[in-house]
């Protein structure tokens, strides 16, 4: 069984930013007092919505479900954001295209039946004026427009739904809370207040009773609705509650199910509930052993069981090959699906589970093709649906080089993005395939009058291009400040620090700027002669309170006056905004100050400014990037160093080539297409060997190089390396303060022991696994490098047929090996860190050894018992390990060979367009788009023919304003990459900036 420990959670929500989106519905209004969010792209113009093809209820026969006389078995996703949505750069209401997308996106898996959360939608005293119930008994009916929408799609795909109708967690959505908090009671009340019930019932009926009018039919009539749950996870249900529950919605809804259930393990009184349909039982991790034990109990209660949550980084065939032929089994739910963003790339989320398709990682894609398998399985069709057609939404120019930003096809395994210089006569691939976390993409050759056009991989390999657009200038910088350090600022005060960690939450930026404490007065001031725009960009964290940036303007750097920024929001789970100002006039510096001592002093984090001005130069060539680290003759570097540069003026890109000669003619790893200032390559380095190195600055006009610098590498270390003999530990009350247990697991107590056989002082963990099953203690230490090592080894003594799981953090990353215990009494085993990997709930990464801070100990398989240990060493290096270099994982479906991209030039011709030198002016009118229904086949023999695509919708904003974009920070999906950015992987469980929280295995919402 998995030991899952996502080693950080959210905080209680203090304050939520509410923005509304963009929706093509009637009556969507924006509410008093809440702030809009950025405009969104519009998709092309969807086809009338088809008709449901639910004419028929699923109906209980004992403890199973039935359609139309037929067994129902339930493929099952959670997509717990359908009505309301906080993946959008605040809370909002999620768009049309989102909905569709996800729902489509879940037809592909094999999906048949939906778990959502578009019920629970409740709030206090108007905290949430986009739910349903923003205050007790008081109803924003204009909050069902979405619900409407994804109930009427779902239909139409002949997808079924379970909807929660209240929480027992406190989510941005609300929960059963709000029906006790306002009225003065507990939450225990909710189960026992005539009040209370009243309440909760009055918003039932409300919700039961609602006419959809896209179907003409109210809710409670409506055979796409499989079933109401009582609530998610409601911990304090009694027998009497859940009875007069279920009869206050059979009289509603008779021709609907009722379902209920808790977290983790089995409601005793949901199995004596007469009326009750479905019991939800929910598994972080699952295990086939104990799913079919909970459904056997379950179906001999005569109720219908369905695992309506279980981690989808555990879906793997071990798991759902048994489950699928469990004939007490009638459903299997996955935590949670999402689709493509409407600004393009998949909507991020960072709770540890999230699916996206086909997969952003191996591991990803493993687990979605246990899902499809499961749904072929139960019968049902997978990669069955038509993969519609991707929309560019802007191709940006800046210094030069070109940007493809594009929306996602709902069920594509890939895209291929492809240039013409030839209008459309004929069309190259920009690079290989690339999956759709990689927009916006470089084209780092840019060639003069290219067009562009991405084109959708379907799994038949059936593609379809979107209509083609050209490239419009970005204003020139006059300044930008990635913030990797202060070299570029004038000033700064206060106590700041630079933020390098998680930078898969922040965009891929690898260097924030942040308070270090608050009340400080912390600012940074830039300088540039005539300012007249600027761009901040910033990471707010969603679950305190927002703390807004202060932007103040000064002719003389003397005097300053405070000034009004527009902000845009963007998405993602730390919310991305962009503060900008623009027609400024008499301004030579900007300050951006924290303005408040309220919340955390780690947010907001700025992670790049920009200076426009009307005094910039032309575009030139950037100069030669000058040196950080490691420093020119550096010895004793241990694993992959992270290479850092300076700034190099008006570069596109870098490129930075690791060498083991100084001519870089023996290279051992290129990345290319880097709009930071840093790189940690995803190679392993020979021991006592020197490296060469040097950092090429790209753009339009030209390539200039650094000088060639050089380090050497640690030799190996020839003593082991003690981290724990428990030698040092007063009492048992020492040692249970250094080795602290993770409360999310079962029980477990740690005491001092003697080691039976050198009589020395051991570790003895007693352990009940409990339901959780699985019982473990976390242990930091200070920063230890095990680098150069093979393995770890450590005594043991305990039962037979019990395992260990060791787990340590190396580098922010989590890596996990199994140890059974195969043999009775006192033993050493050696565990080399070949067989450690990342754990299920855990990001993917590079294994990086020189930085440990954590080992933690986890019990598995036997259900209670006590494992002795003692003396954990890293083991001394034996031999030196061969160079390896870790390729990227590329998602390229099976049937297309993966084009090889062209070598590319350092670009030496004029862009296409002189760029803009002050962002007040009006950008270029994009040139007309090609339709390429009039292109004739392609002459690329590597290019498979394509079918016609749409013309453009003249609704497409073909430059929607997203702020920022062209000098993100991170590596940019690019061509002519040795190992860089064709995939981008997500690593969900790391540590939030500040946050060392270790939590019980729970998925997170808000």
Known sequence: MPIPLPARGRAKRIAVRFAVAALALPLMATPVGVASAAPLPAAPEDPPMAASHNTSFITRQGDELLLDGQRYLASGANIYWLGLDENVGGVAYPTEFRIRDVLDTAQQLGVNTVRSHMMASTSQNGANPLALMPTLGQYNDEAFATIDYAIAYAGSLGLRLVLPLTDEWEYYHGGHRDFTTPLGLESADFYSSPEAIAAFQDYVAHVINHVNPLTGLRLGDDPTIMAWELGNELEGMTGEWIDQQVTFIKNLAPQHLVAAGRRFDIDQDTLAATGLDIVDVHYYPPTAEQVSADAATVTAADKVYIAGEYASTAAETSLLEPLASDPNVSGMFFWSLFGNNDTGGMVPHDDGFTLHFPGDTARMQSNVAAIQAYSEALGLTANGIAVPAPVVLDVTQNKGINHIAWRGSAGALGYQVQRSVDDGTSWSNVGAQVPAEASPLADLESPAGAVYRVVAISPDCTQVASAAMAPVAVPQAALVDPLDDFSLSFAHTGSLSFDSGNAELFGGDTSRVKRDATGGGESVVWTYDDISGVDVEAYQWPDGPIVPLVLETSPDGATWTETTAEILDGSGNWIHETYRLRDLTGVNYVRVRWSSDVGESWTPQIAEVTLYSPNVTGLTAPAAPTQLEPVDGTFGVQSAPTFRWGHS???????????????????????????????????????????????????????????????????????????????????????????????????????????????????????????????????????????????????????????????????????????????????????????????????????????????NLYLGDLASGQLLVDDIQVMAATEAPAPVVTEPVVLVPACVEPVAPEPIPDPTTDPTTDPTTDPTTEPTTPQPALDPTTAPPTTDPTVPPLPAAPTTDPTVDPAPATGGTAEAAGSLPQTGSTLSGTLATLAAASLIAGFALVMRPMRRRA
């Open 649 to 855: 003026e008006q570069a596109a890109y870098y490129r930075v080539t690791l060498a083991t000669d100084a001519a870089l003619a023996d290279v051992v790893v290129e990345e290319t297409g880097l709009t930071s200032t840093s790189v940690q390559p995803a190679v392993e380095l020979t021991p006592n060997t020197t490296y060469y190195w040097s950092v090429t600055a790209v753009n339009g006009e030209g390539a200039t190089s650094s000088p060639v610098w050089s380090f050497t590498t640690a030799e190996l270390p020839t003593e082991p390396l003690i981290v724990e003999n428990f030698e040092t530990y007063a009492d048992d009350a020492a040692v249970q303060a250094a080795y602290v247990r993770n409360d999310g697991g079962g029980e477990i107590a740690v005491s001092l022991a003697p080691d039976s056989v050198t009589g020395s002082t051991a570790a003895l963990l007693t352990f009940d696994l409990g339901s959780p099953g699985y019982a473990g203690v976390i242990h930091t230490i200070e920063p230890q490098s095990w680098w150069g090592r093979p393995g770890l080894s450590l005594t043991l003594d305990g039962p037979v047929g019990a395992r260990l799981s060791v787990q340590f953090v190396a580098a922010g990353g989590y890596w996990e090996a199994q140890v059974p215990i195969t043999q009775e009494g006192v033993h050493t085993v050696e565990v080399p860190f070949d067989q450690f990997a990342a754990p299920s709930w855990a990001g993917e990464s590079q294994m990086d050894l020189s930085s440990v801070t954590e080992l």
